[in-house]
């Protein structure tokens, strides 16, 4: 373990190494359910999803980095498990995109116009329902922005599939806080070549499932 002031430099090297992954790139395999406590008001991307319809104390947060669809949704019961499924599509749109539809009105009174219809629409980090005056939780397909490791045994993608390019890209982010003397040479191409093949074997994984067909 390489530390300094009792901080596990290795760890942080690793979650640098994973921050900057899931940035640089959008990985199907976090594709995720979440729920949102919708309204005008607007709930924040990076604070207000769950993984269960609940504000609840100890409540999962989902840190969102791509919103793909908003429903409305029931549940049932199987095998005494709640399973939420969606019943009705509710409209996303780019907060840019509504002016296109009125170009005659100021936004502001755009956002409220019966012309519109009911829809939900991201600006920057937030989203918002046009309709919602009362808060409803709104099932949402996400592609989860994976939290830090805090250390452990616990697994997720890139301790399951892309060991070989994180233990190069943790060396790549430690070397920031290393000594001249202490720093390992990265080989760029071993590195950019474990980098493509990451992003192909999630895109593998994307297109097996695009392609599904119930015909």
Do not use: C
Request: no cysteine.
């Amino acid at each position: 373990m390489v530390t300094t002031a009792n901080t596990d430099l290795v760890l942080i090297a690793m979650n640098d190494a994973r921050r900057w992954a899931q940035r640089e790139y959008t990985f199907e395999q976090n594709a995720t359910q979440a729920f949102v406590y919708l309204s005008m008001l607007g709930k924040s991307l990076l604070t207000d999803f769950r993984t269960t319809p609940s504000s609840a104390s100890g409540t999962v947060v989902v840190v969102v980095k791509r919103i793909d669809a908003l429903f409305e949704y029931a549940t049932t019961t199987i095998n005494s498990t709640t399973v939420y499924y969606p019943t009705l599509g509710i409209e996303l749109r780019r907060r840019m995109a509504i002016a296109a539809h009125v170009p005659s009105e100021p936004l502001a009174t755009a956002l409220t116009s019966p012309t519109l219809g009911t829809f939900a629409y991201l600006q920057g980090q937030k989203l918002y329902h046009t309709n919602l005056t009362t808060q409803t939780w709104v099932l949402a397909d996400v592609i989860e922005f994976l939290p830090d490791h805090a250390g452990g045994t616990s697994e997720d993608i890139f301790l399951k599939y892309y060991t070989d390019w994180l233990r190069v890209a943790t060396l790549a982010s430690l070397n920031v806080w290393l000594k001249d003397n202490e720093r390992t040479p990265i080989d760029q191409a071993l590195l950019g070549g474990l980098w493509n093949s990451v992003k192909q074997f999630d895109a593998q994984q994307a297109v097996s499932t695009d392609d599904l067909s119930l015909d």
